[in-house]
C-alpha cells in the first residue's frame, strides 16, 4: 500500500493550501452524516476516492472508485447519476453523485474529509464531533440538600462534552426569574463548586447549576435548599375568670427545622401529661396546655415550656403568678394559741375563807404558729410549762 500513501501525499500537497472552499460541519456524537461529492465528468467518476486527514495520524482512505476500502462497517458510499443534460456550450453532462456515509459518528471520526481524483479536489469538509453536555457525578437533576443555619452552603457540578462546558451557578426567585451567584462569571472546569458562607434560613431556597457548550442543549440541575436551624420559643398566657376558678391557658409556639417536639414541665422539671388535671392540644409546631386554678387550693405558677430538634433544644419560664392573683400567704394554715398564766408575787398559805387573799398578776400570751413551724417543739414546750407550775403550785390554762 506504499503507492497509496505516495499518491496521499501528492493529493495533499495539492490541496491543503487551498482551504477556501472547506465546509465545516458541527455533528452531533452518534448522529448520521451524508457527504456529498458532485462530478460532472465519467473519468472523475472513475478515479475518484474520499480521503480522511487526522493529524497526526496517517491519512485514511475511505473509498476508491466505487468501493469502499475503510475496514468499519459504518462507513459507506452512496452514488447516483442523474440523466445527462446539455450545458451552455451545448454540450452532454453527465452529473455523478457520490455520497460519504458515516452511520454512527465518533471522536474518532473528526477530521478533514476530501473528496478528490489527482489534484482536483471537488469537497472538502471539516468534521467536527459534537458530544452533547452531560453531568458525569450522577444523574439526579433535582436534588434536596441540607445545611444547617450559620454553616457554610458547598454545592458540586462536574460536566463534560464537546466542546467543553461551561458551569453557571444561578438563583430561581419566587417568580421564576434566574439571577447570577458568581456576578455573570462562569466556570470552564470539569467540576465547579459554589461555596456560600453563613447560609441561613432567608438565603435562597432553589439554586441550580446550568452546563452550556453552545453547540447542543444546555442542561441544569435543581437543589433544593432545606435549612435546618434550632427551636425558638415564644409563649402566650390567656385566663378566663369564673366565679370560683380561672381557666389558663398556655401557648408555645416553636420555630424550627426539622419540625421540633414540644413538652410541657412543672416546677420541678417534671413533664406534664395530658390527663384530668392539664389538657395539651399540639398542632403545626404549637402546644396549648390548659387547666383551672382554684382558691381554695394550692396551685403551682412556674411552668416550662421545652422544644427540640436534632440542631438543639430551647427551654422558656412562664410564670402566671401575676395572672391568676393568688396571695401567696392564703395557703399557709395557722394555729393561734393563747395561755393563761396566774402567778403570785409571793408564796401564800391558804387559811379561811374571810382571809384576804394576796394579790396576783395575770399574763395572757398569743402565738400564731405557722403550718410551716414544728408543732411538736411547742407541744413539749408546753408539756414542760405544765410541769413546772404544777411544781410551783401555780394554775395554768391553756387554750388552743
Given at each position: 500500500?506504499?503507492?497509496?500513501?505516495?499518491?496521499?501525499?501528492?493529493?495533499?500537497?495539492?490541496?491543503?493550501a487551498?482551504i477556501?472552499?472547506?465546509?465545516?460541519?458541527?455533528?452531533?456524537e452518534n448522529?448520521?452524516?451524508?457527504?456529498?461529492?458532485?462530478?460532472?465528468?465519467t473519468k472523475?467518476?472513475?478515479?475518484?476516492?474520499?480521503?480522511?486527514?487526522?493529524p497526526?495520524?496517517?491519512?485514511?482512505?475511505l473509498?476508491?472508485?466505487?468501493s469502499?476500502?475503510?475496514?468499519?462497517?459504518?462507513?459507506?458510499?452512496e452514488?447516483?447519476?442523474l440523466?445527462?443534460?446539455?450545458?451552455?456550450?451545448?454540450?452532454?453532462?453527465?452529473?455523478y453523485?457520490?455520497t460519504?456515509?458515516?452511520s454512527?459518528?465518533?471522536?474518532?471520526?473528526?477530521?478533514r474529509?476530501?473528496c478528490?481524483?489527482?489534484?482536483?479536489?471537488f469537497?472538502?469538509?471539516?468534521?467536527?464531533?459534537?458530544?452533547p453536555?452531560q453531568?458525569?457525578?450522577?444523574t439526579?437533576?433535582?436534588q434536596?440538600r441540607?445545611?444547617?443555619?450559620?454553616?457554610?452552603l458547598?454545592?458540586?457540578?462536574s460536566?463534560?462534552?464537546?466542546?467543553?462546558?461551561?458551569?453557571?451557578w444561578?438563583?430561581?426567585?419566587?417568580?421564576?426569574?434566574l439571577?447570577?451567584?458568581s456576578?455573570?462569571?462562569?466556570?470552564?472546569?470539569?467540576?465547579?463548586?459554589?461555596?456560600?458562607?453563613?447560609y441561613?434560613r432567608?438565603?435562597p431556597?432553589?439554586i441550580?447549576c446550568?452546563?452550556?457548550?453552545?453547540?447542543?442543549?444546555r442542561i441544569?440541575?435543581?437543589?433544593?435548599?432545606?435549612?435546618?436551624?434550632?427551636?425558638?420559643?415564644?409563649?402566650?398566657?390567656?385566663t378566663?375568670?369564673?366565679?370560683r376558678?380561672?381557666?389558663?391557658f398556655?401557648?408555645?409556639?416553636?420555630?424550627?427545622n426539622?419540625?421540633?417536639?414540644?413538652?410541657?414541665?412543672?416546677?420541678?422539671?417534671?413533664e406534664?401529661?395530658?390527663?384530668?388535671?392539664?389538657s395539651?392540644?399540639t398542632?403545626?409546631?404549637?402546644?396549648?396546655?390548659?387547666?383551672?386554678?382554684f382558691?381554695?387550693e394550692?396551685?403551682?405558677v412556674?411552668?416550662?415550656?421545652?422544644?427540640?430538634?436534632?440542631?438543639?433544644?430551647?427551654?422558656?419560664?412562664?410564670?402566671?403568678?401575676?395572672?391568676?392573683?393568688i396571695d401567696?400567704?392564703?395557703?399557709?394554715?395557722?394555729?393561734?394559741?393563747?395561755?393563761l398564766?396566774?402567778?403570785?408575787?409571793?408564796?401564800?398559805?391558804?387559811?379561811?375563807?374571810?382571809?384576804s387573799r394576796?394579790?396576783?398578776s395575770?399574763?395572757?400570751?398569743?402565738?400564731?404558729?405557722?403550718?410551716?413551724?414544728?408543732?411538736s417543739?411547742?407541744?413539749?414546750m408546753?408539756?414542760?410549762?405544765?410541769?413546772?407550775?404544777?411544781?410551783?403550785?401555780?394554775?395554768?390554762?391553756?387554750?388552743?
Open positions: 500500500m506504499d503507492w497509496w500513501y505516495l499518491l496521499i501525499s501528492i493529493f495533499i500537497a495539492s490541496v491543503t487551498n477556501s472552499h472547506v465546509q465545516t460541519l458541527d455533528v452531533q448522529e448520521r452524516v451524508r457527504l456529498q461529492c458532485t462530478l460532472t465528468s472523475d467518476a472513475e478515479e475518484v476516492m474520499w480521503m480522511r486527514i487526522r497526526p495520524h496517517n491519512p485514511d482512505i473509498t476508491y472508485r466505487d469502499v476500502v475503510y475496514t468499519p462497517d459504518r462507513i459507506g458510499l452514488q447516483r447519476r440523466s445527462s443534460s446539455m450545458n451552455t456550450n451545448g454540450t452532454l453532462i453527465d452529473t453523485f457520490f460519504l456515509i458515516i454512527r459518528p465518533t471522536i474518532d471520526d473528526e477530521g474529509y476530501i478528490g481524483r489527482g489534484r482536483t479536489v469537497a472538502e469538509y471539516d468534521l467536527f464531533i459534537i458530544v453536555t453531568f458525569v457525578d450522577d439526579n437533576f433535582i434536596r441540607t445545611v444547617i443555619e450559620g454553616s457554610t458547598r454545592l458540586s457540578c460536566a463534560l462534552g464537546r466542546p467543553m462546558p461551561s458551569i453557571t444561578f438563583y430561581r426567585t419566587h417568580n421564576d426569574k439571577v447570577s451567584l456576578n455573570g462569571t462562569v466556570c470552564q472546569a470539569k467540576t465547579c463548586e459554589l461555596h456560600l458562607g453563613n441561613t432567608y438565603d431556597k432553589v441550580e446550568i452546563a452550556d457548550n453552545e453547540k447542543s442543549t441544569s440541575k435543581v437543589f433544593h435548599m432545606d435549612v435546618y436551624y434550632p427551636p425558638k420559643i415564644t409563649t402566650n398566657v390567656r378566663l375568670i369564673g366565679s376558678n380561672i381557666d389558663v398556655l401557648e408555645c409556639s416553636s420555630d424550627a426539622p419540625i421540633p417536639s414540644i413538652i410541657w414541665l412543672d416546677d420541678n422539671r417534671q406534664i401529661y395530658d390527663y384530668h388535671l392539664y395539651i392540644k398542632k403545626n409546631q404549637s402546644s396549648l396546655l390548659s387547666f383551672s386554678v382558691s381554695n394550692y396551685s403551682n412556674l411552668y416550662y415550656c421545652r422544644s427540640n430538634n436534632s440542631i438543639g433544644t430551647v427551654e422558656k419560664l412562664v410564670d402566671i403568678s401575676s395572672f391568676i392573683h401567696s400567704n392564703s395557703n399557709d394554715k395557722s394555729t393561734t394559741m393563747r395561755m398564766t396566774i402567778s403570785s408575787s409571793k408564796k401564800q398559805k391558804i387559811v379561811k375563807s374571810n382571809h394576796s394579790k396576783s395575770t399574763t395572757v400570751t398569743t402565738t400564731t404558729i405557722s403550718s410551716n413551724s414544728s408543732i417543739f411547742y407541744s413539749n408546753f408539756f414542760l410549762i405544765f410541769i413546772i407550775c404544777n411544781i410551783l403550785k401555780n394554775t395554768i390554762y391553756c387554750t388552743v
